[in-house]
């Protein structure tokens, strides 16, 4: 069975198609990358995959290890494995970065009916993720993201995915902003998360990430649907070519 | 044509009048003192309780809201003293607590014991009857004001502290005022206080009002600050079915005064500040902080007079509203001719939290100087849908995620607070607030 399964999938975003029937299947321990060009939905599927309201699915479904989870709300979804990193990470003024990833944690394993992380063993996983991430302790406790310079803000977001250890992690143009040294600590994070039981999907816009995080497969969209699937060499061809032809394609 | 049409009174302004004649004899206080109370009872009777009409009181409409006067509470009963220990526990904060109970003083549950060299506490009946002219003579002289509500207070002022402090007094601990009612279901309470705070000294004091039934509370602080001193003054109220509550005080040069209204329970809730700047280089803060459901309504009005120059305030008012809740402030800055070189700035912030829950912000300033910083900001709006989804997709569930952005929206005006036993008392019980939200 694929981890995720997303079968046909329509959606609409104030009154507008922005995804006309993609069908994507992950399997456990997968990377697949998704490129394409600006508007072709890209953000969209990030955002209804985490369950976003407003965000309206008129057909098709999305499975998670087989059980669709269209009907849960955001936090049961995250609860049962799965994470976004934002390509806008969101700034919490007045929220501790220590007391948001505790909470956070502690919500989901509770979700899950496992029992909270004691103190010291919370603290210590978090300094020692956050450290080789080169987050350091005074941005701990700091207020989320509030002040924090755009590959900060970033770095944090591969944190709290460190930090939650989902299973499905959908990444959002997670290399938008960042400048090759940030984006190579963004990949790092990232690669040492790769495990068997774990799979990634990446969005993004550009090939450069994915010389750093290496997909498996790589699929290309356009107007809301998958228009051509390969492997990582797809990528560079994309590189090389730009989307032109695939607009075409899906037009 | 302008005729001033003064409309039948009310039941309540009729029962108050009739409470005046019947207390007036009563009333603690010299010759001097049923004067004063007599001027302020007949600017009363010219006025009538403050109605919509009455600008400063447009949003809280005491006529209409007041449908009955109540009688003046009975004096403390066992019972009611043996309540009276609920109140905010002062363990928190370690503070030497004063306690009041139906408007009246009660020496035995109070903390009089070894005060600080420089620290005196007094009842305020027992010094208007004893007529002290140092207390007399500055009754209603502080930061004067013609509001009736005041007026009120000064007619039928009871009981309350008079607390003065020495020159370059350090208090160490925390003064409580802790006012309490209940022992009977309802009466009317009249509190007056007075805090004459030396130079340089630096006291905190902290009031806090509870208890049980339909109480109609008056109570009024006049505070003297002295040049250099440092005050911190923080109000907690929890609950009345009327509560009208006035500080007046003048604060003098280089000070440092942080004002801090904290308001979870009551009915209605009138909140009522009268700040003169008379010193240069002063810098205070002004905040609060109020959570308000059912149909609660809570009105802060601030009128911050810059006399002097050079003084810094600043100001905000934080306010979350459930269910049908009203917020109301109205806060204005006046800097006078002279006062050159002011820099105040007013920040005032409403949560909405349901479809009827209603935030009235009035800000206003008035510049007669012209090398001054003025400004204000207001807000009114709901939780941030894309914070919540930011939050929510970390796991976290959607009534917690609220009130995580709750905490934190009236955290940032608590954080205002110097005192971080009080802050820690204060953010509990915003949790407890949250905890009981449903």
Redesign the interface.
């Known amino acids: 069975m694929h981890l995720l399964e997303v079968k046909n999938l329509h959606v609409e975003v104030g009154g507008k198609n922005i995804l006309n029937g993609l069908e994507l299947s992950v399997g456990k321990g997968a990377v697949h990358a998704i490129m394409g060009p600006n508007g072709s939905g890209k953000s969209t599927l990030a955002h209804v995959l985490a369950g976003k309201p407003d965000y309206v699915v008129t057909q098709g479904e999305i499975l998670l290890d087989g059980e669709d989870i269209l009907a849960l709300a955001p936090d049961e979804r995250a609860a049962r494995g799965l994470f976004l990193a934002f390509q806008y990470p969101l700034e919490i003024p007045g929220v501790a970065t220590m007391t948001f990833l505790r909470t956070a944690l502690n919500a989901q394993r509770k979700k899950r009916g496992e029992p909270e992380v004691s103190t010291p063993d919370f603290l210590r996983r978090v300094r020692e993720l956050a450290g080789k991430l080169g987050i350091d302790q005074d941005m701990m406790r700091r207020a989320v993201n509030v002040g924090f310079s755009g590959g900060e803000k970033k770095r944090n977001e591969i944190l709290q995915m460190a930090v939650l250890e989902p299973r499905l992690c959908v990444l959002d143009e997670t290399d938008s902003g960042l400048d090759i040294d940030a984006l190579k600590v963004v990949a790092d994070g990232v690669n040492r998360l790769r495990a068997p039981e774990r799979a990634f999907v990446v969005i993004t816009h550009y090939q450069r990430l994915l010389n750093y995080i290496v997909p498996d497969v790589v699929h290309v969209l356009s107007k809301g649907r998958i228009v051509k699937t390969g492997g990582k060499e797809l990528a560079l061809e994309l590189e090389a070519g730009g989307y032109a032809q695939y607009r075409d394609e899906a037009a | 044509m302008n005729v001033d049409v003064r409309p039948i009174k009310t039941a309540a302004e009729c029962a108050l009048a009739a409470s005046f004649a019947l207390a007036r004899a009563n009333l603690p206080g010299v010759d001097e003192v049923a004067t004063l109370r007599e001027e302020a009872f007949r600017r009363f009777e010219t006025d009538g309780l403050p109605h919509r009409r009455i600008e400063e009181w447009k949003y809280t409409d005491l006529r209409a809201l007041m449908r009955e006067a109540k009688p003046l509470a009975p004096l403390p009963d066992a019972a009611a003293k043996r309540i009276a220990g609920q109140g905010m526990p002062a363990a928190s904060i370690e503070a030497r607590r004063i306690v009041f109970v139906n408007g009246s003083f009660v020496p035995e549950l109070s903390d009089l014991a070894d005060l600080e060299p420089g620290l005196a506490i007094r009842s305020m009946a027992s010094a208007l009857a004893a007529g002290d002219p140092r207390i007399v003579n500055r009754i209603g002289k502080i930061a004067p004001t013609s509001d009736t509500a005041v007026a009120l207070n000064t007619a039928f002022m009871g009981d309350g502290a008079v607390i003065e402090v020495a020159p370059g007094a350090a208090l160490s601990r925390p003064i409580q005022l802790a006012f309490f009612n209940g022992g009977s279901d309802s009466g009317a309470v009249f509190m007056r206080s007075l805090a004459v705070i030396g130079k340089g000294a630096r006291v905190m004091l902290v009031e806090s009002h509870d208890g049980v039934g339909e109480f109609q509370v008056n109570t009024a602080l006049e505070l003297e600050i002295g040049d250099t001193a440092h005050v911190d003054h923080i109000k907690v109220t929890r609950t009345g079915s009327l509560h009208v509550s006035s500080l007046m005080t003048a604060v003098g040069a280089q000070a440092r005064f942080n004002e801090f209204l904290f308001t979870i329970g009551g009915q209605v809730v009138r909140n009522q500040l009268f700040v003169r700047f008379e010193g240069e280089g002063t810098i205070a803060g002004i905040r609060g902080a109020c959570l308000l459901k059912g149909r609660q309504h809570v009105d802060t009005t601030l009128v911050a007079e810059h006399v002097a120059q050079a003084c810094t305030s600043r100001e905000m008012f934080k306010s979350a509203i459930d269910g049908e809740g009203r917020s109301v402030f109205q806060g204005k800055i006046i800097v006078r001719p002279n006062a050159q070189k002011t820099d105040a700035r007013m920040a005032t912030h409403a949560l909405l939290l349901s479809e009827t829950a209603e935030a009235d912000n009035k800000p206003e300033l008035e510049i007669f100087a012209d090398d001054v910083q003025c400004g204000h900001g207001a807000t009114a709006g709901d939780l941030d849908?894309?914070?919540l989804?930011?939050?929510?997709?970390?796991?976290?569930?959607?009534q917690?995620?609220q009130a995580?952005?709750i905490?934190?929206?009236v955290?940032?005006a608590v954080e205002g607070i110097e005192h971080a036993g009080l802050r820690d008392t204060l953010m509990a019980e915003v949790a407890a607030w949250l905890g009981a939200r449903e």
């Open positions: 849908e894309n914070l989804f930011y939050l929510r997709a970390r796991g976290i569930p959607e917690q995620a995580l952005l905490q934190a929206f955290g940032e």
